[in-house]
């Protein structure tokens, strides 16, 4: 069965002050592994699209890298506007659709 | 220029009745998705349509049910409500393909009492 694991479960900030969020997880024939940012009220907002170990993506503050095991979103000099919950998901093979699996996200909280 | 739409936004009902969530996307999208999203905040995978045809349903009770009359909309149809349905619901579409990603709606917030 396909799992994913997110670490911290929250996580607190000053502004400036640089982190990363973990995301761990095993699947049979991963496709791709996303990102996405969940702000209270409303629907996740797709970030990244993952698809091979080593490879990395940027958008401002934000990177998100990949190994065969975890992927890790990498924040920089933070700001308060960046207070979310972001949610990691995996697809896996072909049996699986388009399904996604998601984990249990981050609560960040960035602090001026 | 919403995306993807769903209505209604916030639905409070009693346990025992029977409820429906409509979902829009003018994305030109071929599959759609219902998710529940439970009070921990994990999100979960319910049903996929591609085509106006049924992918996955994860074990799923069938007092749901889902309704695809064309590839812009997904209705779900939730019969004999029950405690435990209290969730947000969420929609979803995408392109059908490796590693597409998905766009979600607002979220419909069901409350049973």
């Known amino acids: 069965e396909d799992q994913v694991t997110q670490s911290p479960e929250a996580l607190r900030l000053q502004e400036g002050e640089s982190s990363s969020l973990n995301c761990s997880y095993t699947?049979?024939?991963?496709?791709?592994l996303f990102w996405y940012r969940q702000d209270p009220g409303k629907g996740p907002e797709f970030l990244f699209t993952?698809?091979?170990a080593g490879e990395e993506k940027e958008k401002e503050r934000l990177k998100a890298t990949l190994t065969k095991k975890e992927s890790f979103l990498h924040i920089t000099a933070p700001k308060p506007e960046d207070s979310a919950t972001y949610l990691c998901a995996v697809q896996a093979g072909p049996e699986a659709g388009n399904m996604l699996t998601f984990g249990g996200g981050t609560r960040l909280m960035v602090k001026p | 220029d919403t995306a993807v739409s769903q209505t209604p936004k916030y639905l409070v009902t009693q346990m025992g009745n029977d409820k429906s969530i409509k979902c829009e996307q003018n994305l030109g999208h071929d599959t759609m998705y219902w998710y529940k999203q439970d009070s921990k905040k994990f999100l979960k995978i319910m049903f996929s349509y591609n085509n106006k045809e049924l992918i996955i349903n994860e074990t799923v009770p069938n007092r749901f049910s889902p309704k695809s009359p064309d590839k812009a909309h997904l209705n779900l149809h939730i019969n004999s409500l029950e405690l435990g349905d209290s969730a947000v619901y969420f929609c979803a579409s995408s392109l059908w393909g490796i590693a597409n990603e998905q766009f979600f709606g607002p979220g419909t917030r069901l409350t049973v009492l």
């Open positions: 993952l698809y091979s």
């Open positions: 699947v049979s024939g991963l496709r791709g």
